[in-house]
C-alpha cells in the first residue's frame, strides 16, 4: 500500500500547483506560468521517463510520449493552463491503472506474509534450534506451536491436532488431523502444539505452488490485451505523422490560420492518443485474476481465463472430480432376526482391515461392540474378503460372488440385481455359508456435481464423463448429474485420444481431472483444470487450478471471465467512438483543447473504472434449467 501512497503524490502536486496557477493569475502572470510549468513537470516526469526509456531501449512509442508532446505543444501556443491540466488528467489515469495493478498483487502480498521465514527444528538431542524455512530437509522434524503458521509441507507425527486450512481450502472450519495425516505450509496450529515430519522443500509446498501460479498469471496478459499492445506502437507512428500534415495542409484545404492549424494539431495529438483503448484490457484482466485467487481459483495468465469465455465443450474425470472419490454404503439388506450381532461381527472384522471399501462400511455403521466380538481374529481369503470364527460359526465378508452364493429369497434377488444394474458394489456377509446381509457401496456424486452439470448444459456447453472406471458405474453417477456424453472404460490414451476429437469438434474444449492419468488429456484440451487436492503432476500442467477442490468455483469462474470479456468488449467499443467523435469534433471545430483534454483523459479514467468492477464478488445466480435436462445419456465409444 505504501506504493500506492507514492503513486499518487505526482498526481496531488500536479493538482495543487494548477491549482496555485489558477489562483495567481490575477496577481501576477509570471507566478501562475511557473506554478502551471511547475505542475507539467512534476505529474509528467515520470510518464515522460517511462517512455523515452521504452523508446531509446525496445524503439517503440507509445502514449506516454504522445501526452509529453501534447503538454509541450499546448506550452508553445501559449495553454499552459490548458498543458497542465492535460499532465494531471493524464497522471490521474495512470495512478488508477497502478492502484488496479496494485489491488491485483495483495493476493500474492497477503500470501507472502502469511507464510513464515522461521522453523523450529527438533534436534538429535530433542533440542530446540531455529532456523530458516529454506535450511529445512525432507525428514527433519518440526515443532508448531499453539498458534502458529505452519512453515513447511510434511505429516502429523505427533497423535492429532487442529489445523485452520482456509488459506488453502477456504475453509473457515478448523480440521483435525490424525497421526500421519498431511499438513500444509501457511496453515495455522488451533489445537495444541504438535511435531510434523517434513515431506518437502520449501520451494515444493502447495503454498509456494500457489504464490507462483499467482505471480505467471499476472504476467500473463490476454489475447486481446496483447494485440492492443502491439498494434499500439503503429498508431501511435500514424498519429505523430499525420498531425503535422494536418498542420501544413488544413489552411490549404480548410482556408484555416497557421495559428488556428497548429491548435487543432495540437488538440489532435490528444484526442488521437489511444490512452482509454490501451487501458481497456490490462486492468480489466488483473481485477478478474485477483478476483479468481480471492476465491479459490489459480488462473496461470489473463489468456486461459479470456478462454474459457469461448469454452462449447467441457470433459469431467469421474473418481475424485465428480465424486467424492471413497465409496459410501448407500443400502443395506439384513436377512436375519440377529441384525445388531450381524452389525457387530461385520464393524468388528472391518475395523481391522485399511481397504477403503472396509473403512467406508466402519464409517456407516455406528453401533458399540461388545469386549468379545472386539477381539475376534480374521483371516484374509483371496478374492474373497475377510473370516473370521465366532461362537462355533464361521463368518464371513466379502464381494458378492453370485456363483458361489445360491439364495432362494426372491426379494433379496430382486435387490441385488437392482444393486447390480445401478454399478454398485455388492458386499456380503455370510455365516456358515448363510447370507446374512447384503450391503451396496458406490462412490456418490459431491453436493454440488449436478448444479454445475446443469450450470454448463443451461449455456449449451457440451458436458462429458471420461473415466477408466466400468461402463455400469459410470452410468449411475453420469445419468444422476445430467451429463450428457459417457466414455468409459478409458485408459490414459483413450483419455487423450477424446481429449483431441472434442477439440477438433468444438475448438475451445477444457478437461477437469485430478489425477496423473488425467495429465495428459488436461494438456491436448484448450484448457486443462485441475482440482486443488489433486496430483502435483495435475496441478502443473493444468491451465487452471481450484485449490479448494470445490466445482462450484469452475461455474464461478467461467461467470467471471463471461464478464470480463463483456466489460473488455464495452471499453473498446467505448474509447474507439469517443476517439472517433472528439477527433470529429475537432475538424468541425467545435472542440477546444480543454474540453478535448477532459474527453480525452475522462474517458481512459471511465475505462479502467469500468475494468476495476472486476474486483467485486460475483453474485449468486438464479438456477436455470437446462434445455437438455430430459436428453438421454449418450455413451460412447472411442473411434480406432
Not at 496461470?300 to 462449447?312: D, I, S, T, V
Not at 467424492?324 to 441384525?339: A, E, M
Request: with cysteine; hydrophobic share 45%.
Amino acid at each position: 500500500m505504501n506504493n500506492i501512497k507514492y503513486t499518487f503524490i505526482p498526481v496531488i502536486s500536479c493538482l495543487s500547483l494548477m491549482l496555485l496557477g489558477l489562483l495567481s493569475q490575477a496577481i501576477s502572470p509570471y507566478l501562475s506560468l511557473a506554478f502551471y510549468l511547475g505542475a507539467i513537470l512534476f505529474g509528467g516526469f515520470k510518464q515522460t521517463q517511462e517512455g523515452l526509456i521504452e523508446l531509446w531501449e525496445e524503439h517503440t512509442l507509445n502514449v506516454d510520449l504522445l501526452m509529453a508532446l501534447a503538454a509541450i505543444g499546448a506550452c508553445l501556443i501559449g495553454e499552459f493552463f490548458e498543458g497542465a491540466m492535460l499532465t494531471f488528467i493524464f497522471c490521474l489515469s495512470g495512478a488508477l491503472e497502478e492502484y488496479t495493478t496494485s489491488k491485483s498483487q495483495q493476493e500474492i502480498t497477503a500470501l507472502m506474509n502469511l507464510q513464515p521465514h522461521k522453523a523450529q527444528r527438533l534436534t538429535e538431542k530433542e533440542e530446540l534450534e531455529e532456523i530458516a524455512v529454506e535450511e529445512l530437509t525432507i525428514h527433519d522434524r518440526v515443532f508448531v506451536s499453539k498458534g502458529a503458521t505452519i512453515p513447511i509441507d510434511g505429516f502429523l507425527e505427533s497423535s492429532q491436532a487442529v489445523v485452520d486450512e482456509a488459506t488453502i481450502s477456504g475453509e473457515s472450519i478448523p480440521v483435525e488431523k490424525k497421526q500421519q495425516d498431511e499438513l500444509f505450509a501457511g496453515t495455522i496450529n488451533q489445537g495444541n502444539p504438535f511435531i510434523l515430519r517434513v515431506t518437502k522443500k520449501s520451494t515444493d509446498t502447495v503454498f509456494a505452488k500457489i504464490i507462483k501460479l499467482v505471480e505467471e498469471a499476472q504476467n500473463t496478459p490476454t489475447k486481446t490485451a496483447s494485440f492492443i499492445s502491439r498494434i499500439e506502437n503503429t498508431y501511435v507512428k500514424c498519429v505523430l505523422l499525420f498531425v503535422p500534415l494536418m498542420v501544413l495542409f488544413s489552411s490549404f484545404f480548410f482556408g484555416w490560420s497557421l495559428q488556428e492549424s497548429f491548435y487543432r494539431g495540437m488538440v489532435l495529438l490528444v484526442v488521437a492518443s489511444p490512452c482509454a483503448l490501451v487501458a481497456s484490457a490490462t486492468p480489466a484482466t488483473l481485477a478478474a485474476l485477483s478476483n479468481a485467487a480471492r476465491n479459490g481459483v489459480l488462473i496461470k495468465g489473463g489468456f486461459h481465463l479470456e478462454q474459457f469465455a469461448q469454452l462449447r465443450s467441457i470433459a469431467f474425470d469421474k473418481t475424485g472430480t465428480l465424486t467424492q472419490g471413497k465409496p459410501v454404503v448407500t443400502d443395506s439388506y439384513f436377512v436375519t432376526d440377529d441384525v445388531l450381532i450381524s452389525q457387530q461381527i461385520l464393524v468388528s472384522m472391518e475395523e481391522k482391515t485399511t481397504h477403503p471399501l472396509a473403512q467406508a462400511i466402519v464409517a456407516h455403521f455406528d453401533c458399540q461392540i461388545p469386549k468379545e466380538i472386539q477381539q475376534l481374529s480374521i483371516e484374509e481369503m483371496t478374492g474373497f474378503g475377510l473370516r473370521t470364527t465366532y461362537q462355533g460359526n464361521e463368518w464371513g465378508v466379502g464381494k458378492w460372488l453370485p456363483e458361489k452364493r445360491k439364495i432362494q429369497d426372491q426379494e433379496i434377488k430382486r435387490q441385488i440385481a437392482l444393486l447390480e444394474q445401478q454399478g454398485k458394489t455388492v458386499i456380503a456377509l455370510t455365516r456358515d455359508d448363510e447370507l446374512m446381509a447384503v450391503l451396496g457401496l458406490l462412490d456418490v456424486p459431491k453436493d454440488n456435481a449436478k448444479q454445475v452439470i446443469d450450470y454448463f448444459n443451461a449455456q449449451n456447453i457440451s458436458t462429458s464423463m471420461i473415466t477408466g472406471d466400468n461402463k455400469g458405474t459410470a452410468q449411475v453417477i453420469a445419468k444422476q448429474i445430467g451429463i450428457h456424453n459417457l466414455f468409459a472404460d478409458c485408459t490414459p490414451a483413450k483419455k487423450t485420444k477424446y481429449a483431441q476429437q472434442q477439440k477438433e469438434t468444438y475448438e475451445v474444449t477444457a478437461m477437469v481431472g485430478d489425477g496423473v492419468n488425467d495429465a495428459p488429456a488436461l494438456a491436448t484440451a484448450s484448457l486443462g483444470i485441475a482440482m486443488g487436492q489433486g496430483t502435483d503432476v495435475a496441478m502443473e500442467i493444468a491451465d487452471i487450478v481450484l485449490v479448494k477442490n470445490d466445482l462450484h468455483q469452475l461455474t464461478y469462474t467461467h461467470r467471471l471471465s463471461l464478464k470480463m470479456k463483456k466489460i473488455i468488449k464495452q471499453n473498446i467499443l467505448f474509447s474507439l467512438t469517443m476517439i472517433c467523435l472528439l477527433i470529429l469534433s475537432n475538424f468541425l471545430q467545435f472542440l477546444n483543447l480543454p474540453l478535448g483534454v477532459v474527453g480525452h483523459e475522462g474517458s481512459t479514467i471511465l475505462v479502467i473504472l469500468n475494468g476495476l468492477r472486476l474486483l467485486k464478488p460475483l453474485p449468486v445466480p438464479k438456477q436455470k434449467e437446462p434445455p437438455c435436462a430430459s436428453c438421454p445419456l449418450q455413451s460412447t465409444e472411442l473411434s480406432s
